[in-house]
């Protein structure tokens, strides 16, 4: 059974930085695609990040590029997202998603889902 868990969210001042960890297990990771979702309260789910299945491919959205950046061990079964330059609007729940497409990813349409950690940003 695929399993992620989050970890690593928990409060910080603006212009801080948390790193986040998305620990995998049943499954080989290196075979599945992650992506990193938010949902900031009353907003919908949006997607931060995508990495491949051997990191070769990322994509990250217009609101985090050039802050967050997506990596992954594969030998150790996790993926991280660092967050640096934290804002405020970057309060929300974050997930880590899995899939073997990362076309899928791309499509916010992955097969398996973690329980979410949350990020509050604030002063």
């Known amino acids: 059974q695929l399993q992620l868990v989050e970890s690593g969210g928990g409060l910080v001042q603006p212009g801080g930085s948390l790193r986040l960890s998305c620990a995998v297990s049943g499954f080989t990771l290196d075979s599945y695609a992650i992506g990193w979702f938010r949902r900031a309260p009353g907003k919908g789910r949006e997607r931060v990040s995508c990495?491949?299945?051997?990191?070769?491919?990322?994509n990250y959205a217009d609101s985090v590029k050039g802050r967050f950046t997506s990596s992954r061990d594969n030998a150790k079964n996790t993926v991280y997202l660092q967050m640096n330059s934290l804002k405020p609007e970057d309060t929300a729940v974050y997930y880590c998603?899995?899939?073997?497409?990362?076309?899928?990813?791309?499509?916010?349409?992955?097969?398996?889902w973690g329980q979410g950690t949350q990020v509050t940003v604030s002063s």
């Open positions: 990495i491949s299945s051997r990191g070769g491919r990322t």
């Open positions: 998603a899995a899939d073997v497409s990362y076309e899928r990813c791309l499509a916010n349409s992955l097969s398996s």
